[in-house]
């Protein structure tokens, strides 16, 4: 997926089947979302798509038939931005030209760069490991001058 030289990029992770009733109003004016798996069903999926376009991968827990056609990997472009998602990066082999990497897996928000790419684990936007009440969710903005995250708290 590619969108413009400016853009913000909703990244959420480990629904689990329920949608935090204020991914709505943080998420609203984003050009994308990215979903990094643990999606727990459909109906996450369809609500996130009346927000924005999604680009969603599927985690461990993400079973039956809605779920066997998401890949394990996706690649989506931010003007000349490329980014990938996964679920959880054990194993991952970036492509030369990725920018940004979104996980999810560890319900445990982080943003930090290595080696240049910038890397977004938005947290569990259903719970946290260990349960502390800080569901999370990501905003990931891409300017010509280069991109930032951050977290945003539920």
Known sequence: MHIGIQA????ISDTHGLLHPCVPEFFDGVDLIVH???IGGLQVLIELEAIAPVV?????TDHGPWATGLPLQASFSV???RGIAVHDLAGVELPASTEVVVSGHTHRAIVKRRDGVLYVNPGSASHSRPRTGSESVALVSAAPDGLTARIVRL
């Open 8 to 11: 913000t990029i909703g990244v």
């Open 36 to 38: 990094a798996g643990d």
């Open 79 to 81: 003007g000349t931005v």
């Open 56 to 60: 969603a991968v599927r985690g461990n």
